[in-house]
């Protein structure tokens, strides 16, 4: 690893870990949630997010074929309107620079959800590009298992 950032800003990535904890309280299904993390993380190339998000699905009761198929879910069979709809609105704000937040994958996601659960996979899939310009930035790996 590069820098140990936790050994220099422990308060601010303490606080930041329990906002991430908080996210137990949504509503969204929590499977959901750790393949949005998971895709998020795949985009952004970091090594340690794939593997813990992967591993977070996996704990979730999550198949691996379903995994398997995570990085092509646009022609998967595997994958349900709805969950479709959450990757789409997942890409789009992690690529927010190219995409400007799609109104067509806002519109998707506002037909399968509801506005909090709208809110909370939004602030789902923020936290996951924070950790993941966080943990990549700084080249953390995962541990070999």
């Given at each position: 690893m590069r820098i140990d950032y936790f050994q220099h800003?422990?308060?601010?990535?303490?606080?930041?870990?329990?906002?991430?904890?908080?996210?137990?309280?949504?509503?969204?299904?929590?499977?959901?949630?750790?393949?949005?993390?998971?895709?998020?993380?795949?985009?952004?190339?970091?090594?340690?997010?794939?593997?813990?998000?992967?591993?977070?699905?996996?704990?979730?009761?999550?198949?691996?074929?379903?995994?398997?198929?995570?990085?092509?879910?646009?022609?998967?069979?595997?994958?349900?309107?709805?969950?479709?709809?959450?990757?789409?609105?997942?890409?789009?704000?992690?690529?927010?620079?190219?995409?400007?937040?799609?109104?067509?994958?806002?519109?998707?996601?506002?037909?399968?959800?509801?506005e909090q659960e709208t809110v909370e996979l939004?602030?789902?899939?923020?936290?996951?590009?924070?950790?993941?310009?966080?943990?990549?930035?700084?080249?953390?790996?995962?541990?070999?298992?």
């Amino acid at each position: 690893m590069r820098i140990d950032y936790f050994q220099h800003k422990p308060e601010w990535i303490t606080r930041m870990r329990e906002l991430t904890r908080e996210q137990e309280s949504f509503s969204i299904d929590p499977r959901l949630r750790a393949l949005v993390e998971l895709r998020v993380s795949q985009i952004n190339g970091c090594g340690y997010c794939v593997d813990l998000h992967a591993r977070e699905a996996r704990d979730r009761g999550e198949s691996q074929q379903r995994l398997d198929a995570l990085p092509v879910w646009h022609d998967s069979p595997f994958f349900s309107d709805r969950e479709k709809s959450a990757l789409a609105w997942a890409e789009s704000l992690t690529r927010i620079s190219d995409t400007h937040a799609g109104d067509a994958e806002f519109e998707a996601v506002r037909r399968h959800f509801t506005e909090q659960e709208t809110v909370e996979l939004s602030l789902s899939v923020s936290l996951a590009n924070f950790w993941n310009r966080v943990a990549g930035g700084f080249r953390r790996q995962p541990q070999v298992r």
